[in-house]
């Protein structure tokens, strides 16, 4: 099975279908169970008491956080639930909003996402680089940021099918 948990950003990637798709796709023919647990602003340490009332008690396979926060909570998080779980996990870094303004170094690649990279390597999480991924696709098409956007902060179903596609790859 799988678990998507984390703030509202994970509630707009969907239910599970492009994964599904995907392994799918890979040969993989056995149930495949989505589930998500979301809030709105939900930052990592919120995030940690979910891990575990909510994913431990589960033992899904594969856990897909898509959240923001601090790297010291995300430790803790990542500390607590690796003594309890042995599910692979991926985080992405969460993409860019409006607030952002322009794609430059600055906004895609800050010192937060690097502190959250070296804590992901420390417990064997796997980071997407949905920052970077979701600048160069821009470039690519020539747009601004809110062109993957349904609001000043959220992205839309194109912005979340570009999320999905980089969290498959």
Sequence with gaps: SI????SSYTNMLGNGERLTQHLRALGVTRTILYRKHVGSSVEFDFTKGWMQQMVVGEQPDL????SGGTAEDL?????EFRSRSTADIILASLHLRERDEVISPETIDNEQWDTIR???AKHGVEFVESRREWA?????QGQDIPWLLKDA???SDHG???INENIIR
């Design 3 to 6: 678990m998507g948990i984390g």
């Design 63 to 66: 856990v897909i956080l898509y």
């Design 75 to 79: 430790d803790e998080l990542l500390t």
């Design 118 to 120: 070296e804590v992901c």
């Design 136 to 140: 160069a696709y821009l470039k690519e």
């Design 153 to 155: 902060v959220h992205q």
């Design 160 to 162: 979340a099918l570009v």
